[in-house]
């Protein structure tokens, strides 16, 4: 399996395990309107609003993929090239950008702490980011757990 292939398993697998499914949509901690898996946007990059059909379990993962392939790992590998020779490090990275977004992943210590292939910095700069609405939530708390685990 390739690098980003191997990425993308491991990534898809971490926000299914902490996203969590909900058909509906519903309100994130961060105050977002979200469905499926944690996603913010339909395919077709409209943004999901309280009054949206229901989503299946099939077509929510399709999304992921989808907004994980196109919209997340570009922006990480175009931050962070050198992680195309850590597939691990690559999807937690990948599910950081997912939860905080691109944009502050290239702002972030954790970034130059990557660059730098930092590992040990990097864990700890990875456990930093464990609010969400302005509180620490203990879900994202294990997440970050998690993302550090794969550094």
Not at 73 to 81: M, T
Request: with cysteine.
């Amino acid at each position: 399996m390739n690098p980003v292939d191997a990425a993308l398993t491991l990534v898809i697998a971490l926000c299914k395990a902490f996203e969590g499914f909900r058909a509906r949509p519903y309100l994130c901690p961060a105050g977002k309107w979200t469905i499926g898996f944690g996603s913010t946007f339909h395919a077709d990059g409209r943004p999901v609003k309280p009054s949206d059909p229901p989503i299946t379990q099939a077509d929510a993962e399709a999304l992921l993929r989808l907004t994980l392939e196109r919209d997340y790992l570009p922006g990480v590998v175009k931050a962070s090239p050198g992680l195309l020779r850590f597939p691990r490090a690559l999807a937690a990275i990948v599910d950081f950008a997912y939860n905080a977004g691109v944009p502050r992943y290239r702002a972030s210590t954790l970034r130059r702490r990557v660059d730098e292939c930092d590992w040990g910095a990097a864990k700890v700069e990875a456990m930093r980011w464990t609010r969400g609405g302005g509180k620490v939530l203990p879900g994202l708390v294990k997440r970050c757990e998690a993302r550090a685990a794969l550094l």
